[in-house]
Every structure is written in structure tokens, then in C-alpha cells.
């Protein structure tokens, strides 16, 4: 499967920006996606994860209550929504996805042991 993240860009503290992972080149509704980062100098992080039916979804305490992660199956598109930027969400943001059971996404998250990755889209949010 083939990833594409857009959506990124330069947004003020207190921002929103919507992130886009656009799949191609397999059923994406065998697929759970999830979104990692990773700021110059620190480790990836497992942002949030959503489930192949859209049913599940995981949530790093760094972004919960911030932002809310969307699927639709129907355009082979998942989303990110993130509300309340802060500068430390600064950092270039990948898209992934493997086939996981619903019961797994944090672990999926938080492992990131995960197949297939897209290219980063860079988020840089400004104090």
C-alpha cells in the first residue's frame, strides 16, 4: 500500500491544522493507520491510530482531548485533526499502516511496528 500525507504547514499557537493520509494499491479498509512524529532530536512518537472500520482509535496523552482522528473508507482516506497547537507539536508527521486487530491500537501506537510508511508532511507551529 502506498501512503501520501498532506496537510501540513506553518500555524500559530492555538491553531488547527487537518492532516490528510491519502492510501492507493490496496483494499485500505484491511488496513489500521496510524499517525507517528518525530521533532529534530527526539524519537518517533505514535500520535494516534484508527482501526481499519473506523471503530477504534488511540490517542498519545500528548494530543488527547486536542485532536481526533477520522477515517473514510469510501475515499481511501484517513485524517488528523488537531486543535490547540502547541509548539511542541512541532515536528514532521508520518502517516502508516499495517493490518492490526481493533484491539490493538495502542500498542500499534505505541510499538510502531508497523509496515508500510508515507512520507512526512512538516508541522511547525510558532509561540
Known amino acids: 500500500v502506498q501512503l501520501q500525507a498532506s496537510g501540513g504547514g506553518l500555524v500559530q499557537a492555538g491553531g488547527s491544522l487537518r492532516l490528510s493520509c491519502a492510501a492507493s494499491?490496496?483494499?485500505?479498509?484491511?488496513?489500521?493507520i496510524g499517525w507517528f512524529r518525530q521533532a529534530p532530536g527526539k524519537e518517533r512518537e505514535g500520535v494516534s491510530c484508527?482501526?481499519?472500520?473506523?471503530?477504534?482509535?488511540y490517542y498519545a496523552d500528548s494530543v488527547k482531548g486536542r485532536s481526533t482522528i477520522s477515517r473514510d473508507n469510501a475515499k481511501n482516506t484517513v485524517f488528523l485533526q488537531m486543535n490547540s497547537l502547541k509548539p511542541e507539536d512541532t515536528a514532521v508527521y508520518y502517516c502508516?499502516?499495517?493490518?492490526?486487530?481493533?484491539?490493538?491500537?495502542?500498542?500499534?501506537?505505541?510499538?510502531?511496528?508497523?509496515?508500510?510508511w508515507g512520507q512526512g508532511t512538516q508541522v511547525t507551529v510558532s509561540s
Open positions: 502508516a499502516a499495517d493490518i492490526y486487530p481493533d484491539t490493538a491500537m495502542a500498542p500499534m501506537c505505541r510499538l510502531g511496528n508497523i509496515e508500510y
Open positions: 484508527i482501526s481499519n472500520g473506523g471503530d477504534k482509535s
Open positions: 494499491g490496496a483494499p485500505f479498509n484491511y488496513y489500521a
